[in-house]
């Protein structure tokens, strides 16, 4: 420890100073508040009284103010504090000083030291002036990250300097070299695409190029690019005949079908702008999308107009009214549309607890799919997937890149995009190159078996939520054939914004959402408004072209999220504020950190928590609530509602069902935990960091009722390890034990592989306790919808009958080298633990009987090789205790037994 040695203790005997040093090594803890925006006079002044404070109270040992505040404190770090500042005042010897005089000099460090803390900076007094040196841990830091801190420090005590008023929020930072640098350098990104382009055009120019071409395919159903083109058109002449055209919503209340790509490119042939309604949203949420989007016409299928509310759009059915649509003419109508115009409004989670419709135009979109095209060249013999909801912007690229370009685009059945097994053999039989996943569905897309057999996949694409390290490297590794492409954008900009390309063996901490993309800016901003530097959060901030229009009908918000771009030169331009926080790492990529607010991600699906928190509040019986996204014990997020019941008969079980009916399912918490109050900070606010995490005992369902059939039993065992649960019961829900849409795909897997059977994903939803799932799981069974494991029983045959082919081999290579274990596939496994041995035992014997190949046997009659049948087979199971034995030979003789078995 440094011992700080000041002018009144100069010149004495170093056995004076000897007994002074216990009383100068006792380190200050300082704090300082800068959250009220304090100028740099003012800082200096609270720091002075805060040092004062410390030194009149420096007797009270450090170790023991620690023992007070951390009982408990870890050993491995320093407690309170890991920044450390020295600043080493010893005096300098002067003209005129005695000979003898005592003198000072600081012994430089070879570097090699370990650091105490995270970081620590030491100055001392020189005659050139302050110099100084900094320890750091390398753990934490990087030296280039290091270097830029210095250099930050100096540009802001110079700031200081030339002005000491300034406030300390508004001193800069960064040399004028990297201020460019994040400004120009790294956004300079101009691409001269045309601009007057719209998205039907591209696809009209396609058709016009390659009309006989599969353009569409959908559950063993074709169409070519002509017959595309012929379908759109004659539906939008239809719908230009409704009044349809330039700024015109246009809803679509449709499932995944070739239907459904017609009634998009069609909507934007005629003028008009199209409209998603997700036949998946519950009821109330379709009503305030309608009222909001009030759409001119509504394109259907009949069997989902129950789903709607009452309404004033014109509704034309395109599955039962297509014979009336087909007289229409096939060729286009004249041009509506501009590359200003209004292509689409998707709608977005809310915190007012009301969805909101994000707008973006033709230009835009066409910028995106343009860059989209330079950068991975999609071409004739590709195949795309389109498995994403239309209700989230993705898709918007699905459905149009591949078809700007003359690639196919297979689009996957209703409720496909949920199921890993389908999508891998979809995947397979129409040889898809090209395809996106959020992370957490890609998850559980790795873990399907089989995928081996997707060699045809070229480009797998992850958006929407944070992309783990761990998890590219694992799709690298399964998937080594496949390029990974991370990006970035939210729904108010014309969908991606930013790309990284995953790389195998990149050392880094987190994967970045990468660069902008063509003629777009990303601008990283703290609270004034003004550029991080590299390696510092800001608030990310979207101009360029990409830029949506805004929200419809909320001029308010739009004027809130939509703001004039100080940086850009051209006018007019605008920044969409994202409330995402992000840093630039040094190599010019973009690391996303965080939020900025309490929007989260969920399984790649944006959510308001304020939207839930609304509605909760809305129910008669809930005072209070809040809501959170937490890590499970799956390091999977899971929203969790905290409430404030009004009463104490709440239950918690219509809390979730009126959530059901405003909300899409992924937008109702998996856990609800009721409080006797919130928990609060001393300043009266929510403290969200004290909020409990939910516990089994406090789940809102049935006391426990054990597994009573052989079914409930292994289902239990599947959803204790998709859940991490340690007991399931037979009325407990899939779902309020912490089960989701993903982890139901992982659940439905495994049963088939457990069971034999092939249960749709729509069953969990339909039966999702325990009870009921086992009893669709026996109806299954017994209907042979799977393959249903025959009883334990023998099988009648005779005594002795030929061999097969195979087994005529086998019998040929015994007869070369008889008693050989080579045929077998012999291992060995070690069992730690409690062991049941008469239950293994019985294990075995049951195997046998189920097992006809395991009780045949090879025998010569007359000279030649029969096989002979065993209706029971007895088995003993060979047990020696090798307890008797010393502990450093049990494992030798333990190996010894393996090998002769």
Request: glycine letters at 6%; charged letters at 25%.
């Amino acid at each position: 420890d440094d011992v700080v040695i000041g002018s009144p203790i100069a010149g004495r005997r170093f056995a004076e100073l000897e007994g002074l040093i216990g009383f100068f090594i006792n380190t200050l803890a300082l704090r300082s508040r800068l959250d009220d925006g304090p100028t740099f006079v003012e800082m200096l002044g609270r720091v002075r009284e805060a040092t004062l404070g410390a030194y009149a109270h420096q007797d009270i040992p450090f170790e023991k103010l620690v023992e007070e505040l951390q009982p408990q404190r870890d050993l491995s770090r320093s407690p309170l504090f890991q920044v450390m500042l020295t600043l080493q005042n010893a005096p300098r010897a002067e003209e005129g000083a005695r000979a003898d005089a005592l003198s000072l000099r600081p012994v430089g460090q070879d570097g090699s030291t370990a650091a105490k803390f995270d970081l620590s900076f030491v100055f001392t007094h020189s005659p050139q002036g302050l110099a100084g040196s900094v320890t750091y841990s390398t753990a934490l830091f990087r030296e280039d990250s290091i270097r830029r801190l210095v250099s930050h420090l100096r540009v802001l005590l110079e700031a200081i300097v030339l002005d000491a008023g300034q406030h300390v929020s508004a001193l800069p930072l960064m040399e004028e070299a990297e201020r460019r640098q994040v400004l120009v350098d790294w956004n300079a990104t101009a691409t001269d695409f045309p601009r007057d382009a719209t998205l039907h055009g591209l696809i009209e120019a396609q058709v016009e190029r390659t009309p006989d071409a599969v353009a569409l395919e959908f559950e063993g159903r074709t169409l070519t690019y002509r017959e595309l083109d012929a379908r759109a058109n004659q539906l939008a002449h239809v719908l230009i005949a409704q009044g349809v055209g330039p700024e015109v919503r246009v809803g679509l209340l449709l499932e995944r079908s070739l239907e459904l790509v017609v009634a998009l490119l069609a909507t934007l042939k005629a003028g008009g702008a199209y409209v998603p309604f997700d036949p998946a949203y519950p009821a109330q949420r379709l009503t305030w999308m309608l009222e909001d989007a009030r759409p001119a016409v509504l394109l259907a299928q009949e069997h989902l107009l129950s789903r709607l509310p009452a309404h004033d759009a014109r509704v034309l059915c395109l599955d039962t009214q297509w014979e009336d649509i087909a007289r229409q003419p096939r060729h286009a109508p004249p041009p509506r549309a501009t590359a200003d115009g209004l292509a689409y409004v998707i709608f977005t989670s809310g915190s007012t607890g009301r969805p909101k419709g994000a707008m973006n135009a033709h230009g835009p979109v066409v910028n995106r799919l343009r860059w989209m095209q330079s950068a991975y060249n999609l071409g004739t013999s590709d195949v795309v997937l389109q498995k994403t909801p239309f209700s989230f912007d993705v898709s918007v690229w699905e459905f149009f890149w591949p078809l700007m370009t003359g690639a196919r685009l297979v689009v996957a059945r209703p409720g496909g995009h949920q199921e890993p097994a389908y999508l891998a053999r979809l995947i397979s039989e129409a040889g898809v190159t090209t395809l996106h996943f959020v992370p957490s569905m890609l998850q559980v897309f790795l873990e399907e078996p089989g995928l081996e057999a997707c060699t045809s996949l070229r480009r797998v694409v992850c958006s929407g939520e944070a992309l783990p390290v761990e998890l590219a490297e694992r799709c690298l590794r399964r998937l080594p054939w496949a390029g990974l492409h991370n990006l970035y954008g939210p729904t108010e900009a014309a969908v991606d914004v930013t790309f990284h390309q995953c790389l195998p063996g990149e050392s880094r901490r987190s994967v970045p959402i990468g660069r902008p993309v063509a003629n777009t800016q990303i601008r990283l901003l703290d609270s004034r408004m003004e550029p991080v530097p590299v390696g510092v959060p800001g608030e990310l901030f979207i101009g360029g072209v990409q830029v949506g229009r805004g929200y419809l009908g909320r001029p308010e918000l739009t004027a809130e999220r939509f703001i004039p771009d100080a940086f850009s030169g051209t006018p007019g331009a605008r920044l969409y504020r994202t409330g995402d926080v992000a840093r630039w790492l040094p190599d010019g990529a973009i690391e996303y950190v965080g939020r900025a607010d309490f929007q989260v991600k969920v399984r790649g699906l944006r959510i308001e928590l304020g939207e839930i928190e609304t509605a909760l509040k809305l129910h008669p019986g809930v005072q209070q609530a809040v809501v959170v996204a937490r890590e499970d014990a799956t390091g999977d997020r899971r929203l969790v509602a905290y409430v404030v019941p009004s009463s104490a008969s709440l239950d918690i079980s219509t809390v979730r069902e009126a959530l059901r009916q405003r909300m899409p399912e992924y937008m109702v918490p998996s856990a609800f935990v009721a409080l006797e109050a919130l928990p609060l900070t001393p300043s009266g606010k929510l403290d969200r960091n004290a909020l409990p995490a939910p516990e089994a005992s406090a789940r809102d369902h049935a006391s426990y009722s054990p597994p009573s059939t052989p079914t409930e039993e292994l289902l239990a065992t599947l959803w204790s390890g998709v859940l991490r649960a340690d007991r399931i019961g037979r009325e407990d829900d899939f779902f309020v034990l912490g089960g989701h849409s993903l982890l139901a795909t992982q659940l439905v897997s495994r049963i088939r592989s457990a069971f034999s059977v092939e249960l749709p994903l729509r069953v969990l939803f339909e039966a999702p306790t325990l009870s009921r799932l086992a009893l669709r799981v026996d109806e299954a069974l017994q209907a042979a919808e799977g393959i249903a494991l025959p009883p334990p029983s023998a099988i009648a045959r005779g005594d002795e009958a030929p061999l097969s082919f195979a087994q005529q081999r086998l019998w040929f290579l015994d007869q070369l080298q008889p008693g050989t274990a080579t045929y077998n596939i012999p291992s060995a496994l070690h069992l730690e633990g409690p062991l049941d041995l008469s239950a293994l035992e019985r294990a075995f014997r049951e195997l046998l009987q189920r097992h006809e190949s395991l009780r045949t046997t090879f025998h010569a009659h007359a000279g030649e090789p029969v096989q002979r049948f065993h209706a029971t087979a007895d088995f003993t199971l060979d047990v020696r205790d090798l307890e008797h034995l010393a502990s450093d030979t049990r494992e030798a003789e333990a190996r010894r037994l393996a090998g002769a078995e």
